[in-house]
C-alpha cells in the first residue's frame, strides 16, 4: 500500500523553525514528484513546494519562497520540508502528496482532484 506519514509539527514562536518529515512507503520517493500541501483553518489545502527528481525541479509557492526549503533523502525513502522565519499565516495541517510532475501535482490539489491524504502533522505559529 502507497502511504505518506507526516511528522515534526508542533508548537512554535513567530520567527522559529521546524523540520518536517513525509516518509514514503510502497513505492519510491525518487520516481515521482512529491510535494507538500498545507490546509490553514477555513481554508482550502494548497500546494507550498515540489521536489522532483526527474525534472530536476524545486518548486516554492510565493508565500514560502526564500524560508521554507525541501529536499530529499532517497536512503531513507524521506522527503523533508525546513521551514525558517515561521509566520501566523504558515499556522496549518501539513501533509504530502504524490503525483508524476510537480506542476501536475499543484493542479491537482488546487482543483481538489486528491482525495486521499494522510494523517498529516499539525504546526502552529504563536505570536
Known amino acids: 500500500e502507497e502511504q505518506f506519514v507526516e511528522s515534526g509539527g508542533g508548537l512554535v514562536q513567530a520567527g522559529g523553525s521546524l523540520r518536517l518529515s513525509c516518509a514514503a512507503s510502497?513505492?519510491?520517493?525518487?520516481?515521482?514528484?512529491i510535494g507538500w500541501v498545507r490546509q490553514a483553518p477555513g481554508r482550502e489545502r494548497e500546494a507550498i513546494s515540489c521536489i522532483s527528481s526527474v525534472e530536476d525541479t524545486l518548486w516554492y509557492a510565493d508565500s514560502v519562497k526564500g524560508r521554507f526549503t525541501i529536499s530529499s533523502d532517497n536512503a531513507k525513502n524521506t522527503v523533508y520540508l525546513q521551514m525558517n522565519g515561521l509566520k501566523l499565516e504558515d499556522t496549518a495541517v501539513y501533509f504530502c502528496?504524490?503525483?508524476?510532475?510537480?506542476?501536475?501535482?499543484?493542479?491537482?490539489?488546487?482543483?481538489?482532484?486528491?482525495?486521499?491524504w494522510g494523517q498529516g502533522t499539525r504546526v502552529t505559529v504563536s505570536s
Open positions: 510502497g513505492f519510491t520517493v525518487d520516481d515521482y514528484a
Open positions: 502528496a504524490a503525483d508524476t510532475w510537480c506542476d501536475i501535482l499543484v493542479d491537482q490539489v488546487a482543483s481538489k482532484v486528491v482525495d486521499s
